[in-house]
């Protein structure tokens, strides 16, 4: 079984930052592509960045220059750091996670998509 847990959503004036983590763990022989999206009141779940195993991130414009995704490869966690908060980015924060499944030195040969569970983020104006 594999699961990510999220921690670091909360309340924020506009302008704050906010840092974001998501941790992986269970049956992982390898973690791929690792990425945030984001999902407002009423509205469908949209990314907000990616990164590679390599490091390379990629960014939504909404979110370019205020946010940073990076990852620890040897933790399997994934951070979003969040800064120049605005109420637009209200809303639930989901992480996911490309994940090889296996174990140390074994891959099943499976690969497959993970979410986080989900964390709130309100920035008020």
């Given at each position: 079984?594999?699961?990510?847990?999220?921690?670091?959503?909360?309340?924020?004036?506009?302008?704050?930052?906010?840092?974001?983590?998501?941790?992986?763990?269970?049956?992982?022989?390898?973690?791929?592509?690792?990425?945030?999206?984001?999902?407002?009141?009423?509205?469908?779940?949209?990314?907000?960045?990616?990164?590679?195993?390599?490091?390379?991130?990629?960014?939504?414009?909404?979110?370019?220059?205020?946010?940073?995704?990076?990852?620890?490869?040897?933790?399997?966690?994934?951070?979003?750091?969040?800064?120049?908060?605005?109420?637009?980015?209200?809303?639930?924060?989901?992480?996911?996670?490309?994940?090889?499944?296996?174990?140390?030195?074994?891959?099943?040969?499976?690969?497959g998509g993970y979410w986080g569970q989900g964390?709130?983020?309100?920035?008020?104006?």
């Amino acid at each position: 079984q594999v699961q990510l847990v999220e921690s670091g959503g909360g309340l924020v004036q506009a302008g704050g930052s906010l840092r974001l983590s998501c941790a992986a763990s269970g049956s992982i022989f390898s973690i791929n592509d690792m990425g945030w999206y984001h999902q407002g009141s009423g509205k469908e779940r949209e990314l907000v960045a990616s990164i590679t195993r390599g490091g390379s991130g990629n960014y939504a414009d909404s979110v370019k220059g205020r946010f940073t995704i990076s990852r620890d490869n040897a933790k399997n966690t994934v951070y979003l750091q969040m800064n120049s908060l605005k109420p637009e980015d209200t809303g639930v924060y989901y992480c996911y996670a490309e994940i090889l499944v296996g174990g140390r030195n074994i891959y099943t040969g499976r690969t497959g998509g993970y979410w986080g569970q989900g964390s709130q983020v309100t920035v008020s104006s």
